[in-house]
């Protein structure tokens, strides 16, 4: 009796990994496209540098040397 109990507890536990690990796959295959999705967006609305055409993220001078 208690070697079956057993058995179902490590069913029950195989079922929850294996439920989390298609959860963690579902997650990986998901966050990616969203993710360069949302930079795709960001990086269009941000400015570019005139003179290197690295993007500006805040306003001010990127950092190459160039001044307003
Ligand atoms: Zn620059």
Redesign the pocket.
Known sequence: MVAVRVVGVVKVVTLFLIGMIILAMLGRLRLPKFGSRNGRGRIKDARK?P??G?YILHDG????G?KK
């Open positions: 540098c003179k290197c690295s001078d990127c950092g190459c160039a």
